[in-house]
Each structure stands twice: as structure tokens, then as C-alpha cells.
């Protein structure tokens, strides 16, 4: 039992994890853009960094299988190159956290980016600071509070993801069932005692994680 119990919950973590470190660099990268740059068609772009968030989780899922499906070139050309489909794959219940978490990693860093003083920034070029030191140097470090806090909350999403998880990557155990996707099988399957396990070791984590995001923003 403790086995059947911890496998989903673990693969949920290593999940999140990896799409969370993938969501940071996206998102530092495009809330860096987003904030300091004008050009246009600006407004569309964002409009589509923030869509998952009102998205259907259905939606989607079936954008990804239309992506990255067998029957498409994105797909095919992974499969010829790994010698499998990414579709049912760990790496595309991944994929799908990424695209969900993206959003808030991306909020947040433009957020912290925006709150700087430009003057700081200015101040810094006219030291002789290029573009990536200023970056590294400066900004990140008088944004860390809100990069931190999008981190946490993007762990967090590709944490509990389900709906995409479950069409483009499926439930299979060991493989891609992850805390979400399990729970509603147990639930089907009428196994309510590992359904409460499960749920109160994610309402436990979440719990956890935006206490420190509160905590964060108290500072």
C-alpha cells in the first residue's frame, strides 16, 4: 500500500520540479522581454502567454496531441529521433505542466521586472554593464521576491495539473500517473482511503508552498 501510495506522489514532485525549472528560465526570459521592450503586436503576445490560464484543461490537452501528436511533423520528428512518441510519455505529462505553470512564472517575473527603478538599471549601463550582467547582476536580485513567489506558485499548478496530464499523457502507473490523475482513478475505482491519502498530501504541499509565497509578499 505505502508503494501504491507514494510512486504517484512522487512522480507528481519530480514532475513539477522539472517543469518548474523549465517555467523559470521561460518565464524570466519572456517577462524580461515583456517588460522592457515596446514593439508590435505586444498585447497579442501576452494575450497567448496568459491564454492556459482560462483555458479548458481539455483545450489544452488537445492542442498538445495536435502538436505534438504521431500524425504531426513536431511529433514525427521526435519520434525519429528518440525512436518513440513523446504522446503517454513522462516527458509529456512535463510538457503539460510547463504549458499550464508557464503563466504564473511569467506574471511574476514581469511583475519584479516592471518594479524596478529604471534609474537603477540606467545607472548600471552607464557603469559599462551589458545587457546579460545587468540582467544578472541587478535586476534578477532586485526581482528575486517575485521570481521566487512565480517558482513557487508555478510548482504548485504543475503540481495538481490533471486534465492535460491526463489526455496527452495518460494514466499509466509507475509511468505517467501522477497524485492527480491517480486520485481520480481511486476515486472511480471506489478506493476512497487511498483518494484521502492522496488528497491530504496535496492540500498539505500546497498548503505549505503558498504559506511561503504569503510570506514572500509580507516582506
Known amino acids: 500500500m505505502l508503494v501504491d501510495f507514494w510512486s504517484p506522489l512522487r512522480l507528481s514532485i519530480e514532475v513539477a520540479t522539472v517543469a518548474s525549472l523549465i517555467v523559470l528560465v521561460l518565464g524570466l526570459a519572456a517577462g524580461r522581454v515583456m517588460a522592457v521592450r515596446r ?3 505586444k498585447a497579442i503576445v501576452e494575450t497567448l502567454f496568459l491564454l492556459p490560464l482560462v483555458l479548458p484543461p481539455t483545450v489544452v490537452g488537445f492542442l498538445l496531441i495536435v502538436i505534438f501528436g504521431r500524425n504531426s511533423p513536431a511529433g514525427q520528428a521526435i519520434e525519429w529521433l528518440f525512436r518513440q512518441p513523446l504522446i503517454f510519455t513522462w516527458w509529456a505529462a512535463v510538457i503539460a505542466a510547463v504549458v499550464v505553470a508557464f503563466p504564473l512564472m511569467y506574471q511574476s517575473a514581469k511583475t519584479g521586472f516592471e518594479s524596478i527603478d ?10 559599462g554593464a551589458g545587457e546579460w550582467k545587468l540582467l544578472t547582476k541587478i535586476s534578477i536580485p532586485l526581482a528575486w521576491k517575485a521570481i521566487i513567489a512565480g517558482f513557487i506558485l508555478s510548482f504548485a ?5 490533471f486534465g492535460a496530464t491526463l489526455m496527452f499523457a495518460g494514466n499509466i502507473p509507475g509511468r505517467t500517473q501522477t497524485a492527480s490523475t491517480a ?3 481511486a476515486i472511480e475505482s471506489g478506493n476512497m482511503q487511498m483518494a484521502w491519502l492522496w488528497v491530504a498530501s496535496m492540500i498539505g504541499i500546497s498548503f505549505v508552498m503558498l504559506v511561503a509565497v504569503q510570506g514572500l509578499r509580507s516582506r
Request: charged share 40%.
Open 39 to 41: 514593439f508590435r503586436g
Open 157 to 161: 499548478r504543475a503540481l495538481g495539473e
Open 118 to 127: 529604471e534609474e537603477i538599471e540606467h545607472a548600471g549601463r552607464v557603469d
Open 183 to 185: 486520485i481520480y482513478l
